[in-house]
């Protein structure tokens, strides 16, 4: 069993910036992807970036190429979310999850386990 704990989210003025993270449980998590998922109220869950097992590759939703990163360690069993430039529409309940793969984890079916999010609430 796997249990992910994200923590980071708040209250940000446009174009700020938020670092976001997600602390796993568990001995699986070197060893799969990691991703990160909103859902903003009303709106399904979206995609928003990946990373593989080993960090080496990571692919990001077009809605958020540029502006954020996406990293983790795998010593500490922490993945990462940097949200630079952030905007009004970011705002949303950001989720981690853990892929039942080791890289290429794109859709929320790729996804296992999921945290409980944290809200991130971006002001214009």
């Known amino acids: 069993q796997v249990q992910l704990v994200e923590s980071g989210g708040g209250l940000v003025q446009a174009g700020g910036s938020l670092r976001l993270s997600c602390a796993a449980s568990?001995?699986?998590?070197?060893?799969?992807?990691m991703g990160w998922f909103r859902q903003a109220p009303g709106k399904e869950r979206e995609f928003i970036a990946t990373i593989s097992w080993s960090g080496a590759a990571t692919y990001y939703a077009d809605s958020v190429k540029g502006r954020f990163t996406i990293s983790r360690d795998n010593a500490k069993n922490t993945v990462y979310l940097l949200m630079n430039n952030l905007k009004p529409e970011d705002t949303a309940a950001y989720y981690c999850?853990?892929?039942?793969?080791?890289?290429?984890?794109?859709?929320?079916?790729?996804?296992?386990?999921w945290g409980q999010g944290t809200q991130v609430t971006v002001s214009s």
């Open positions: 999850a853990h892929a039942t793969a080791m890289n290429n984890a794109v859709t929320i079916r790729d996804y296992r386990y």
């Open positions: 568990g001995r699986t998590f070197s060893s799969y992807a």
